[in-house]
């Protein structure tokens, strides 16, 4: 019997976040505040945020204990499968062997619950009411409206307008479970009622939406904000997915010479590859390669520049070091919207630049490609976010096919493309448009780095 | 630590389905043909199917080898999850323990790849290149799309017009897997033709979309037809839920009291009570209760004859002896589109009158009332189909409540709703309309039953 499953028992669960701060060679550049220039304080984000994740966010204890409750509901799908893409794998001819950690099982489709049950959880317990979030194509807004509905907590989304027409299924998505769901811009705060005087058919962006769910939440006593990537936290309550993944690795007796990810803040796969990179901090795996994949039009790490900028477009947030393409830059409209984001989560730029990860950036429609091979012989609908994995992983594999090894290679699959079939039909139809790196635009958008940027 | 999930290892996962007809305490009624009004032979059914599903259709051995290649296959998603719904428990404030056996995560989203793949590779055994089917929402033409890719057959699916313009993402995850999917009425038959000559905007329908599918297959050597549901060796193919669920049961410590589950053509639910029923008929179980759900609107065993009649509108295939509302009817628009058939399993109507099961009617909006609780509590956004099960489970469940037993209800959850959003949308809109039993169109349907229905 070929196995190509692995289910790791409900009681093996992991029941500690691992988080990689206590392991940096250097540690992490302070975060800035906006406006002064000088490291943020706890202060600076208690409106927006409960005192236990500011506090992970600067925490440098290896492991973190994840919360009774957490983890009851964690059990509602997790743990999730190791599977081994056997089919993949024949169809290839490879001597590689090709595993995948799969999160579309959650019941919002992708790893944004890990986050979003742990974020609504410590919300709960600090006896906020009411959270707002951004949504661009829905991914996140959704697994937040679940994460709130069970915890018992309001949610109210601003979603990008454009991507509000054009997917009611994922505003739907968030109906269902409770939480409300607005276009943006929208008359509820400040920032949507000037843009839509300014403006009344104005599209939105993620930018803005961010814009407007910071001015809702710090106007609220009984509301705060809440972000899906990028951030400490957020990437800390991911490394469940390879913590996991480390024990069904074991049960399958192999071990990764190659992971590979795509990455878009950066949370799913910091989420996967930080349980592994300890092995290649301290030594123990010193070859073990980790390959970020990033979308040709919006190559952050590839072709941005390690500066201090905004995490969002207005200029709100505070300032991260990280790679970036300005946070002016508004990435083309590929299908990959989760891929779509001008800056990079600061500790996988940090891990860049300490030279423990590489990155490379791929073609539209040579992912399509590899999603359609992957949905022909594994079955499994991938969103466009994972086909940039599967793209670099059956490139790996044809490598092995010709050099004759058998490398082991591990992809961490973020979810599944039930929402994203217009991007299918539109390949398979020959209307997909495959889009370049547009450098005019990040050229504009590099010139207006925030000052600090230059220290 | 609370077990919300049963994972079965791949080793302990079936290697035999069950077939009911060894332990059936009356034989079923034969097949007729539908012109002599004979039992069918073999040879009569020899251009549709293959030789070994033909075999099972009739077989009366207990247990029936699942080949090899079927297995490597089902181990690409299966052994599927048993879940506890201890979130909803805990909403409904109820002592009964509430266990479903979940078949939403196939890369189908739904229980049907579990035949689709057998008839795939009982077709490729035997020399098929290609297969045709029928589709209306789209659920089983996807399945099959995904299973003849797995064995490298063609797929052409006739999929009802209306459904094929109104559900465009269905079509697409056919097109993904590689099959051809046309609207039906369609100009490659000559039933198509007809159609398009005297009506060029036919909506189309299921009973249709099958002449279309079977004219297509008797046409051509190298053609076989498929069907998704009712007959006999597609339940047996379905008995692997029911065998997995008895396995996880028992690592549960668990035996359920009450099983429930929708029908419409029946094969989903018949492969998760199918195992369980052999200790009721042995009586080692008498008082389990094995509850079918149906529609309101379309209430075939609650409200049908139980005769002679067709699977088809067209009257082409074989007469099956089953509980009709008549060939001609046309069930109303209902959501769960996957329940609208006239007709019914043989094997559950036979075993309906010989007292082993029991059958409910429910209403579209309560359906949907249990389907969005059940969103909130436990997370996954239900097909409309399934959410029959959760409306009666949970009637069970406060049953309970108020009688204060702890009874084990199980529940044979189908799969997801991740294309069927447009309904969850009309509800939270409070546009969803509650369609009644439509008593006069069964009326006239059942005047027109075929004569040897009287018998």
Chains 1, 2 share one sequence.
């Not at 081994?84 to 099982?105: H, M, Q, S, V």
């Not at 915890?151 to 269902?176: A, H, N, W």
């Not at 002016?328 to 409209?333: A, D, K, L």
């Amino acid at each position: 019997m070929e196995r190509s499953m692995w289910f790791l028992d409900q009681k093996d669960m992991p029941t500690q976040w691992y988080n990689i701060q206590a392991d940096l060679p250097e540690p992490l550049p302070p975060v800035l505040h906006p406006a002064t220039g000088k490291p943020v304080t706890s202060q600076d984000l208690a409106p927006l945020f409960p005192m236990e994740l500011i506090k992970q966010e600067v925490s440098t204890e290896r492991w973190i204990d994840i919360p009774q409750e957490v983890q009851d509901v964690y059990r509602t799908w997790r743990p999730t499968v190791l599977y081994r893409a056997r089919r993949l794998e024949k169809a290839l001819d490879t001597p590689a062997k090709i595993f995948y950690k799969y999160e579309g099982t959650s019941q919002a489709g992708s790893h944004k619950p890990n986050t979003a049950v742990a974020q609504a959880y410590y919300n709960k317990k600090e006896g906020i009411k009411r959270i707002t979030t951004e949504t661009g194509a829905g991914q996140w807004g959704s697994a937040l409206a679940m994460g709130c509905a069970f915890f018992g907590i309001e949610c109210k989304v601003y979603m990008v307008r454009v991507s509000y027409d054009q997917k009611p299924y994922r505003r739907i998505l968030m109906e269902t479970w409770g939480a409300k769901c607005v276009p943006s811009p929208s008359p509820d705060t400040k920032v949507g009622r000037d843009m839509l005087a300014k403006w009344p058919d104005c599209p939105g962006s993620l930018g803005l939406a961010i814009s407007e769910a910071v001015e809702d939440a710090v106007n609220r006593d009984d509301t705060h904000y809440s972000l899906g990537s990028v951030l400490n936290h957020v990437l800390l309550h991911q490394t469940i997915i390879g913590e996991e993944t480390r024990k069904q690795m074991e049960m399958a007796d192999a071990y990764p010479d190659i992971i590979v990810g795509c990455i878009g803040g950066g949370s799913n796969f910091a989420g996967q590859f930080l349980p592994w990179i300890r092995d290649k901090i301290s030594g123990k795996k010193k070859d073990l390669r980790i390959i970020c994949v990033e979308p040709e039009s919006c190559p952050t790490v590839t072709k941005g520049l390690y500066a201090y900028d905004y995490g969002d477009v207005a200029g709100f947030t505070p300032l991260l070091k990280m790679y970036t393409l300005g946070h002016n830059f508004i990435p083309p409209p590929i299908h990959a919207g989760g891929l779509r984001y001008h800056g990079m989560a600061p500790i996988i730029c940090h891990l860049h630049r300490l030279g423990f990860v590489e990155a490379q950036a791929v073609h539209q429609t040579a992912i399509f490609d590899a999603g359609i091979m992957f949905a022909r012989t594994e079955g499994i609908i991938s969103g466009p976010e994972p086909c940039h994995d599967l793209k670099v992983a059956i490139d790996e594999a044809l490598k092995c096919k010709e050099s004759g090894e058998a490398k082991t290679i591990l992809i961490a699959h973020s979810g599944h493309g039930h929402f994203d079939l217009a991007a299918y039909d539109a390949y398979l139809s020959g209307k997909l448009v495959d889009l370049a790196y547009p450098e005019e635009e990040v050229r504009k958008a590099m010139v207006e780095l925030p000052k600090v940027a230059t220290e």
